[in-house]
């Protein structure tokens, strides 16, 4: 899979260079296109693949692929999809559906075991399962009517992955009507934009802060590359 020299090549950038250099490396073809916290899970990802195989994270090392890089990549993969097993469970206890009952089973069973996301992340060295799980963690809050950690987390999946951005403004216009200008509840909607812009920028002023200097680069490398 082109996925596993992708991943393979993100890990010996962010583990070889320093982060002023991720986004202007292009050795491979393979360059970093996507936002800063994907960036910086490879950068905390590569720490263990380094003592796995330390000819892994080496930059110059274009389509390696030992057995110990293989299992490293696949495993992780397998675990971050925790993640997803977590977002599966808040969504049925938020839709207050009985962790025993059948429609429980059922959901878990469609969800979990679903064969194309299994195929395409564990055989494609993909973490499209970690990615769906956090987006799960804010529809979880959404149901909640913890409307700020879910412009939190929706804002924070935005800076792993943008191709999310097509769903920013179902969250926007779902946060608008029922956080700041629900007439049910006694809230000041000025207030609530406010928290909600505030909340909402966090996530993205952290990812982006350490590249202030090198915005228009970052820019070109993840909105103006051939996607993925």
Known sequence: STDFEVHRNWLAITHSLPISKWYYENTSNWTLDYPPFFAY??????YPASFVDT???VLTNLNYASTAAI???RCSVIVMDLLFAVGVRRCLRALNISQSSQQSFAAKILLLFNVGLLFVDH??????GFLFGILLLSISFL???RYLLSAFTFAALLMFKHIFLY?????????LKFYCLDSKCARNAVICIIKLAVVGLTPIVAAFGPFY????QVRIYIFQKVQR
């Open 123 to 128: 055989m494609h060295f993909q973490y499209n």
């Open 41 to 46: 899970f490879e950068w905390l990802l590569a």
């Open 55 to 57: 000819q892994m994270v």
């Open 213 to 216: 200097n090198q915005l228009d």
């Open 71 to 73: 299992y490293f990549q």
């Open 167 to 175: 769903m920013a403004p179902a969250f926007a216009v779902y946060l």
């Open 143 to 145: 149901l909640a009517e």
